[in-house]
């Protein structure tokens, strides 16, 4: 029943689309109904008159009943095409849905979930869903007003006859119930299992130059062929459901119509039914059978848009890790002073990544960040937007806690230049101004400039009209680098953090991405993350972190003179030089 009304909320946009709906439907159901009804009462009265009466009045009845399937007509094409719009309409509003609750997650959720079964709940599964929306109260309503209308037909031409009927109905509806329960488990598991063949899909092709620069082509192959094998398994297993389902129930069909044929003829034996009667009833029998029939059908819709629904709601149920607090603030008048206080933190209940880190940042001075890979330097920077919480302590921008603040006002006081540049199927105008999305041409020019990238861009076919490919596969990692950084350039935000920016660059292009990041960085609170020690020795202060926590802090030079941890990567670095 919870499932059901998280179901027909989705309805509440589209209320007069879905009752004129049933009205039709209503309308189709009675149609239907009438024609036997129709044929019995001209059988026993118009047609026993004399011929001229009767031919006098077959048209008026040919037009009455014309004008009646007309309608019919009618209404039968608005239950096909407005409902089927209204359940592509509320499959919209459901991607959507979906959709905004994934960019309601933490990067947390991310780490734990894979790219392709997320995409399978926002296509296959709402695709399903749709097509529940619009057949399941059409055909509920239409086969139940069938079903109840043509029983009490049924019972009105002869009762003993129509409760022997309802016996095997009975019968037929436990057997159905049975196996709706065992096909629901073999759906769900379909869900599973096509989720796993979209996850290995997707890591593939995502990966498809490192898959190739080993000539693994092969392996690549048996690890999809694995989950493809194990979702054909499941889908066997479900067909095998389905044919006993569907089966079984053709054979309680046939059982109707045997049951009819029996007794019908020891009812007309004993003189308590005639044939005419028992013609009349078979035309109800098949009145009665459809209905059943498509309910049958249905049930496989049913319960692949139940499935598909209940992964729909595991998502849409999921408490995002990270949410504004109810009387969070904007972020306004940014100064740019940072404070990480007795700051620690951990990803669920794994092992601390940092432990009581305290550092203050002065409004406009850097901050540089060294030391070994997975000493927590990038997650201390993550922790400062707030794409992750920290477990006990405090990270505050101007003295304010970033817990009271809103995300939004937050993350658009930070500017991020990351390593792993991420580049917008799309043109290059339309990435340099996804930081600023109602930048004019003159300042996506202006911050292109300034990333030093103005030049390279108008050597391109279209200019800032060029398409970069997927993630930017058509440019280089310098120039890729340079478009972030303009991004972050039209941002203008009064803090950044630089994470190895410059780490997978060549020297030369290294060069020109640091004065770049220099100009940048000119006049903001900058924390930035480097292995390349060269690019931060005019940094305000250098801090040493390791898996113990903070070793060493204080100026290049200082901390030279020290000749401890941070001379020796920087000795390892230079040595020779």
Known sequence: MQLFKKFAKYYKPYKAVFFLDMLCALVVSAVDLAFPQILSILTKTFFTQQSNVILNGLLKLGLALFFMYVIRTACRFYVTYQGHVMGAKMESDMRQDLFDQYERFSFSYYDRSNTGEMMSKLVSD?????????????????????????????????????????AVVVVMVLFSLYQNDKMQETFMDNRRKIASVNASLQDSLAGIRVVKSFANEEMEHKKFQTSNQQFLVSKESNYLRMGIFHSGNNFFEGMLFLTVLVAGGYFIAQGTLN???????????????????????????LQKGISGFRRFTEVMETVPEIQDDPNAAELTNVKGSIDYKDVSFRYNEEESVLEHINVHVDAGRSVALVGPSGGGKSTLCSL???????????????????????????????GIVQQDVYLFGGTVRENIAYGKPNATMDEIVEAAKEANIHDFILTLPDGYDTFVGERGARLSGGQKQRISIARVFLKNPPMLILDE???????????????????????????????????????????????DGIRERGTHETLLAKNGLYAKYYNMQFQGK
């Open 126 to 166: 709402l695709f399903d869903i749709s097509e529940l929306a619009h057949h399941g109260p059409e055909n509920i309503f239409i086969s139940a007003i069938k079903i109840i209308g043509s029983f009490v037909l049924l019972l009105m031409i002869n009762v003993p006859l129509t409760l022997i009927l309802s």
């Open 384 to 414: 400062l937007p707030r794409f992750y919480d920290v477990t006990s302590g405090a990270v505050c921008i101007d003295d304010k806690d970033v817990r009271t603040l809103t995300q939004q006002s937050l993350r658009n006081a930070i």
């Open 501 to 547: 920016a410059t780490s997978a660059l060549d020297n030369e292009s290294e060069q020109y991405i640091q004065k770049s990041l220099d100009k940048l960085a000119h006049g903001r609170t900058t924390i930035t993350i480097a292995h390349r020690l060269s690019t931060i020795r005019n940094a305000d202060e250098i801090i040493v972190i390791d898996n």
């Open 275 to 301: 044939a005419a009667d028992l013609a009349v009833y078979a035309l109800y029998i098949n009145i009665f059978i459809n209905p059943i029939e498509v309910l049958i059908e249905f049930t496989e819709l």
